[in-house]
């Protein structure tokens, strides 16, 4: 085993030891400053999106490959919460409550105006 390549464990942001000190590792990234709703500029991912826009309804559209009962579904509903895997809507109509995997979705049609910040 090549030590010189593999023998260096260490991550970025993971502090590095000497002794019982912990010294900041410099591969470190320094997170950008949040906005005024706490999320950081330049993290314009869906799960964010999402989050701004809590108690709105969407349609979401997703594909199961792997389905041989359904291929293509669409949930309707509002959102609930979402994280960085999944969505939770809620469907006032039927009173069902739905815990979508991101890794189906295709897209989402919000029925409103998309909270955005650049």
Do not use: C
């Amino acid at each position: 085993m090549n030590n010189s390549y593999f023998g260096n464990n260490n991550f970025p942001g993971q502090p590095i030891f000497s002794g019982n000190e912990a010294t900041p590792n410099q591969a470190a990234v320094n997170p950008a400053p949040p906005t005024p709703t706490g999320l950081p500029f330049e993290q314009s991912y869906i799960e964010n999106i999402l989050r701004l826009n809590k108690g709105k309804r969407v349609d979401v559209f997703m594909s199961f490959p792997d389905s041989t009962e359904w291929r293509n579904k669409v949930f309707t509903g509002i959102i609930e919460e979402s994280g960085r895997d999944h969505i939770i809507l809620s469907d006032p109509a039927t009173g069902e409550w739905h815990l979508l995997l991101m890794i189906y979705v295709n897209y989402i049609e919000f029925h409103e105006k998309i909270n955005y910040i650049v």
